[in-house]
């Protein structure tokens, strides 16, 4: 049986005429290598389909190349919605792929009481380079001060508020839903109703914010009868907007804090009779698949989970320079405005 003789690093370095060590060092994505250098190494690289060994790569470096993505499970809730995760880590293995790094996905349930020592233990065990921290578990103090204890590098997704100089990755939440708030009013809607979250979500808080300021920007009144609490399931959703539904008074448009809940005002409007959009119009946040499954399709908020993601993995493994990498970022949203929202009826 004739095999192929697997690339080394050695062949590498002869093809590209430098030493070992100077193709380790580009493989790591280590800084001060000449431009030139690194370009003839990464030729001879792709020439050779050269692939780095990684559990080598860790054991001589005594500090692995993964990068953990650590979030809260989804599998913990009635009605679980993995849209979000999955744009996370198709941002995060973007990042990886170019510095030929790996992602680990490490899915927790914050409720637990051994949540601290769980962490503790997954960055003992694989000794990862960064880990990223998604929300709500990035606006946890327990939870940052336990990942931070461990001395590893870390940046947060939607921290929900600035952290002095560490830095970390979200989007302008209040700002975006201000102007979906905007969007509702300028179609003459002036019982705009909302559907808050999970409270543990700061950047979910800073929406039902962002309603306020688009109700002050717009010249409308806040009412505190057209807020009801959701936890961000659909079920919550159905449940809230059957209570505001009910009123004699009823808004004529919902604005949901994610497009699951949203999903429920659909089904709450359908079985009660009430048409989307001519009697109700409807809006959600994240633009998750399920919002253009949805018939009429929804307006919502489009998140840009994938870069933050992308963003955040970046700054861990050092592929941007370090001025790029300092405080809170913002990746700014964008309405996408669908079937689901008309003029107010008459």
Do not use: W
């Not at 993505?69 to 973007?94: C, K, T, W």
């Not at 009481?113 to 990862?128: D, F, H, K, T």
């Amino acid at each position: 049986m004739n095999l192929t003789r697997k690339t080394t690093i050695e062949d590498v370095a002869e093809l590209a005429g430098v030493s070992i060590k100077t193709v380790s060092r580009v493989t790591n994505r280590e800084p001060n290598v000449r431009q030139s250098t690194r370009e003839k190494v990464e030729e001879a690289i792709t020439k050779l389909n050269y692939r780095p060994n990684i559990a080598a790569r860790n054991l001589a470096s005594q500090s692995s190349h993964f990068i953990v993505l650590v979030y809260d499970d989804p599998s913990a809730y009635e009605n679980p919605s993995a849209g979000y995760i999955i744009r996370m880590q198709q941002g995060a293995l973007n990042a990886c792929r170019t510095a030929n790094s790996e992602l680990l996905i490490h899915p927790c349930d914050y409720r637990s009481a051994g949540i601290n020592r769980e962490l503790r233990s997954v960055i003992e065990r694989s000794q990862p380079h960064g880990i990223i921290l998604a929300a709500p578990l990035s606006n946890m103090p327990q939870i940052v001060d336990a990942i931070g204890s461990t001395g590893t590098p870390f940046v947060r997704l939607s921290p929900g508020m600035r952290n002095g100089d560490r830095y970390a990755v979200a989007t302008n939440d209040r700002e975006i839903s201000a102007e979906m708030t905007c969007h509702l009013a300028s179609l003459n809607h002036e019982r705009i109703a909302f559907i808050t979250g999970d409270p543990n979500h700061k950047a979910v808080v800073n929406r039902f914010h962002g309603y306020e300021d688009g109700l002050r920007q717009s010249g409308l009144e806040f009412s505190e009868r057209l807020v009801v609490d959701g936890d961000l399931s659909i079920a919550s959703g159905e449940a809230c907007a059957a209570e505001l539904l009910a009123r004699r008074q009823r808004p004529t448009a919902i604005f949901a804090a994610n497009d699951d809940m949203a999903a429920g005002v659909f089904r709450a409007a359908d079985r009660m009779n009430i048409d989307i959009p001519g009697q109700l119009s409807v809006a959600g946040c994240d633009d998750s698949s399920l919002a253009r499954q949805l018939y009429p399709t929804l307006t919502t908020i489009r998140q840009p989970l994938a870069r933050m993601a992308e963003r955040a993995t970046l700054a861990l493994l050092g592929d941007a320079e370090d001025e790029s990498f300092q405080g809170l970022e913002i990746v700014a949203g964008s309405l996408q405005i669908r079937e689901s929202t008309g003029p107010a009826p008459e």
